[in-house]
């Protein structure tokens, strides 16, 4: 009887230990996931949530007269209703001399439209109107997070309606730094269905957001060699889905590139350590259609209409011509 004792005592020990086990395995899996959770909503607050407190919402130099040459140029705010509910701003600004061709103008992450000025006189010289747009949730339109391409390549559709409409037989074309860059190339496989936009420009554009954001936790955080990057980002997916209802795996203009046969030019400074030039060759490598690629030598980000800017007016000036012969 002491024996049957022992064995049925040793037997619900095994069992204790047993769910024990279980118990505190399936624990730390939860805190482990709970962890990373907590770190995929720290990576989605600052590239998604950060920006819309953090960033300059007055356009100073905007309200300062535009000049041309001899000409003080006539702009006007528009403002027009997203369809996702918030305001979206923008400027536009006259050519001296009328015209029925139009540029709109994409700035970068943290940016805002005001960027745009830096381009003035290449698209006045161009015979261009321009259309300086603050993307969502950055400048004075609205938008509770930043989506890097997602629902503001939709934003830009509607843009590109209200110039269609103001212009119904003008010559549109998008210009795109950095983020705008991206959205710009999301944005050219939704206008494959009517071809409202004859030609795109991306300056130091990312191929792939995933891809890049854990580039650069690679080299920030020390995590080079491992898929740890790749493995939160994975959580930080889960956390812009639920709050936002995008990914970061979504925003891939490479993928968009594959399918566009409206002409692309690809501008890249090599010296980027933000974004690496490659991927601007691999944009260029995966494009359908007509494109072009040149890159500036000991150039950083975006830099490149700075570092040489005689260069980069004639590259622009002579791909806009080359592109019209393809429309």
Same mark, same amino acid.
């Given at each position: 009887?002491?024996?049957?004792?022992?064995?049925?005592?040793?037997?619900?020990?095994?069992?204790?230990?047993?769910?024990?086990?279980?118990?505190?395995?399936?624990?730390?899996?939860?805190?482990?996931?709970?962890?990373?959770?907590?770190?995929?909503?720290?990576?989605?607050?600052?590239?998604?949530?950060? $920006? &819309?407190?953090?960033?300059?919402?007055?356009?100073?130099?905007?309200?300062?007269?535009?000049?041309? =040459?001899? !000409?003080? *140029? +006539?702009?006007?705010?528009?403002?027009?209703?997203?369809?996702?509910?918030?305001?979206?701003?923008?400027?536009?600004?006259?050519?001296?001399? $009328? &015209?029925?061709?139009?540029?709109?103008?994409?700035?970068?992450?943290?940016?805002?439209?005001?960027? =745009?000025? !830096?381009? *003035? +006189?290449?698209?006045?010289?161009?015979?261009?109107?321009?259309?300086?747009?603050?993307?969502?949730?950055?400048?004075?339109?609205?938008?509770?997070?930043?989506?890097?391409?997602?629902?503001?390549?939709?934003?830009?559709?509607?843009?590109?309606?209200?110039?269609?409409?103001?212009?119904?037989?003008?010559?549109?074309?998008?210009?795109?730094?950095?983020?705008?860059?991206?959205?710009?190339?999301?944005?050219?496989?939704?206008?494959?269905?009517?071809?409202?936009?004859?030609?795109?420009?991306?300056?130091?554009?990312?191929?792939?957001?995933?891809?890049?954001?854990?580039?650069?936790?690679?080299?920030?955080?020390?995590?080079?060699?491992?898929?740890?990057?790749?493995?939160?980002?994975?959580?930080?997916?889960?956390?812009?889905?639920?709050?936002?209802?995008?990914?970061?795996?979504?925003?891939?203009?490479?993928?968009?590139?594959?399918?566009?046969?409206?002409?692309?030019?690809?501008?890249?400074?090599?010296?980027?350590?933000?974004?690496?030039?490659?991927?601007?060759?691999?944009?260029?490598?995966?494009?359908?259609?007509?494109?072009?690629?040149?890159?500036?030598?000991?150039?950083?980000?975006?830099?490149?209409?700075?570092?040489?800017?005689?260069?980069?007016?004639?590259?622009?000036?002579?791909?806009?011509?080359?592109?019209?012969?393809?429309?």
């Amino acid at each position: 009887m002491h024996r049957e004792t022992d064995t049925d005592l040793s037997k619900s020990k095994r069992k204790i230990w047993k769910t024990s086990l279980i118990f505190f395995t399936l624990l730390i899996i939860l805190c482990i996931n709970l962890a990373a959770l907590a770190i995929g909503g720290i990576i989605y607050e600052e590239t998604s949530i950060l $920006p &819309t407190y953090s960033h300059p919402r007055t356009n100073y130099r905007l309200l300062q007269p535009l000049k041309y =040459g001899d !000409n003080t *140029l +006539d702009n006007e705010d528009i403002t027009i209703e997203s369809r996702y509910g918030y305001t979206l701003s923008a400027t536009f600004i006259s050519n001296p001399t $009328p &015209t029925t061709k139009t540029l709109v103008f994409l700035h970068g992450f943290m940016g805002n439209r005001s960027i =745009g000025l !830096n381009y *003035l +006189d290449l698209y006045m010289q161009s015979g261009f109107n321009l259309l300086l747009v603050d993307s969502r949730a950055h400048g004075e339109s609205g938008g509770n997070s930043v989506t890097w391409g997602n629902y503001e390549k939709y934003d830009l559709d509607q843009w590109i309606h209200w110039v269609s409409q103001r212009f119904p037989r003008g010559i549109i074309g998008i210009h795109g730094i950095s983020m705008g860059a991206a959205t710009a190339l999301m944005h050219a496989e939704l206008n494959e269905s009517n071809k409202r936009v004859a030609f795109y420009i991306a300056d130091s554009s990312y191929s792939d957001l995933e891809t890049l954001l854990a580039i650069q936790m690679e080299q920030r955080l020390g995590f080079s060699g491992t898929r740890l990057p790749k493995i939160l980002l994975q959580y930080a997916n889960v956390v812009a889905y639920c709050n936002s209802g995008f990914t970061f795996h979504q925003s891939s203009p490479i993928r968009s590139v594959r399918n566009v046969t409206t002409p692309i030019l690809y501008i890249h400074g090599e010296s980027d350590e933000l974004v690496p030039s490659y991927m601007s060759a691999a944009l260029y490598n995966a494009t359908k259609g007509p494109r072009q690629i040149y890159l500036f030598p000991h150039t950083g980000h975006i830099a490149a209409i700075s570092s040489d800017p005689q260069r980069y007016s004639k590259i622009v000036k002579d791909f806009i011509s080359s592109a019209g012969q393809h429309n």
